[in-house]
Structure formats: structure tokens, C-alpha cells
């Protein structure tokens, strides 16, 4: 003898087999969004030492591409992590992938790829990718590949920027004097300067020059002089051992490569009546 069905169980059985006959579609819609014969996008580069395959570790690059999540371009921003001893980053959208498949790049768009992260001590100043027979001036990379797949050789080349630190001392008291015009003549202008209440002046070429006006890569000349505050006289000088004493009130560097060059004092005293 058959047993009989209750209709609650008829029931729940057909819901049972409605959702399963629902999902295996589902899934191969979801499946075919990114056809599995396509690559995934996979960038990779290094961050080094200007004219040097040396890496810099602690440097952090940053990658900004559209996603057509829902048909709709947006703009996505990935942070990657520090690189390493050997310079290496790498984006691998796979690493990068939003639940649900999301977040990847558009076929075809272009990345734009910049050190947000400098490491310390240095400065950004060219780049560099399989396309270009040398570095060019500037911190970032506009790729625009043609699809999917791997890119590697994107390099960003970092140096130590010029600096010249110095102070103006009083030759009667050995204390600096604040207060006092130092100005800098250079490749980019002239630029001038007011002492601290130690007596310190500086010109760091980071802070008065935008990438684009970064002074050369591989040397530079500069010329530092002092304006002589009203009631004093100018003493001797003494200059870092990369530079010249052009006079009492004017240091030289020519032709110095990128450093920091401190140490450097102009000397003055009060004039007296006789």
C-alpha cells in the first residue's frame, strides 16, 4: 500500500526543488561575467635608486583604473604595500577582487601608477616603462595595455634630494644671529631665505621645487650668499669641503651631485667705533 504525502511536505519539497533548479544558472551567470580563457591584469615593477637597478624598500605605490561593476565605469583606488629590500611591487587584480567578483579593472582601461609613499631621505624623480629608451622626468606612470594579462618592467627611480644647511654666527658672542637674508642662486631661480632664532638657514630642494623642477639627477651648481645685517661686518666663512669660498658673503658648489652639504657658517661681527 502507497503511503500518502502530507501537503506540507508536497510543499516543501517543491520549494526544495525549485531553489536548486535556480542556482546552478545563477552561478554560470556569475561564472560568465569574467571569461575563464581571459588572464587577469597582473602590473609589476620596482622602485630604485636613480640610475641603479639598487631597490628601495619603504616605498608604497598606489594604482587608480576604472571597474564596469553593473555596466557603469567607477573610478577604483588600490593602495599596494611597502616594497621591499629589492624595490618589488606588484598589483594582481585576483588579490584585489571584491566579493562577488567586483572591483576588477575594465577591459582595456588605463592605470594611472604613483609613488604614494617616498622613502625617506629621498625624492621621487623619474620613471620608467618598457615603452620609453629612458627615464623621464616625473612620479608618475600612465599604462594603458590593450587587455588583460601580465606587464612588468614599471620602474620608478628615486634619488636623495639637494640640500644646503648652514648658520650665520656672531663672531663676538658665538651665538647665531636670527634674522639674517640668506639667499641661493640655482639652476631654477634664485631663492632667499631668513634665519632662525639659532641662526640656521637651509635650502632643501624638495621644499622649494615641484618634480617637474627638480634640479638635475646627476649634479648641480649653487651659489649661497649672505646679506650683512645694518651695524655688522663680514668675518671669514667657513664652507663644507664640496665647496668654495667665494668671499666673505658668498659660498660656491659647483658641479655637486645630489647630498646634503652642511656646516657651512658665515662669520660676522658688530662694527665698533674706533
Avoid at 545563477?26 to 615593477?45: E, K, N, T
Avoid at 608618475?140 to 606587464?151: A, K, N
Avoid at 659660498?251 to 647630498?259: I, M, T
Wanted: hydrophobic letters at 40%; proline letters at 8%; glycine letters at 10%.
Amino acid at each position: 500500500m502507497k503511503s500518502k504525502r502530507h501537503p506540507t511536505e508536497i510543499l516543501v519539497l517543491l520549494v526544495v526543488s525549485m531553489l536548486v533548479s535556480g542556482f546552478v544558472p545563477l552561478q554560470a551567470r556569475a561564472a560568465s561575467q569574467v571569461p575563464a580563457s581571459d588572464p587577469p591584469y597582473v602590473i609589476q615593477g620596482h622602485v630604485y635608486v636613480y640610475d641603479t637597478t639598487t631597490g628601495l624598500a619603504g616605498a608604497r605605490v598606489r594604482l587608480q583604473f576604472e571597474t564596469c561593476d553593473d555596466g557603469v565605469p567607477d573610478l577604483r583606488t588600490v593602495t599596494l604595500p611597502l616594497t621591499d629590500a629589492s624595490g618589488a611591487w606588484e598589483f594582481d587584480e585576483r588579490d584585489y577582487e571584491q566579493p562577488g567578483g567586483l572591483g576588477c579593472p575594465c577591459p582595456g582601461t588605463p592605470f594611472t601608477i604613483t609613488q604614494q609613499i617616498v622613502p625617506a631621505g629621498y625624492i621621487a624623480v623619474a620613471v620608467r616603462t618598457p615603452a620609453d629608451s629612458a627615464p623621464v622626468r616625473g612620479d608618475t606612470i600612465v599604462l594603458t595595455p590593450p587587455g588583460s594579462g601580465t606587464y612588468d618592467g614599471n620602474l620608478f627611480f628615486d634619488r636623495r634630494p639637494y640640500i644646503l644647511r648652514g648658520r650665520v654666527i656672531n663672531d663676538d658672542t658665538g651665538a647665531g644671529v636670527a634674522g639674517v637674508e640668506v639667499s641661493f642662486d640655482t639652476l631654477r631661480g634664485a631663492f632667499a631665505t631668513m634665519t632662525d632664532a639659532a641662526g640656521a638657514w637651509e635650502f632643501d630642494e624638495a621644499q622649494e621645487l615641484s618634480v617637474a623642477d627638480y634640479l638635475p639627477d646627476d649634479s648641480a651648481d649653487f651659489t649661497v650668499e649672505l646679506t650683512v645685517p645694518d651695524g655688522f661686518w663680514a668675518a671669514d666663512p667657513i664652507v663644507h669641503a664640496a665647496g668654495t669660498v667665494n668671499s666673505r658673503t658668498q659660498l660656491g658648489f659647483p658641479d655637486v651631485p645630489p647630498d646634503t652639504y652642511a656646516g657651512n657658517e658665515f662669520h660676522i661681527a658688530e662694527q665698533k667705533d674706533v
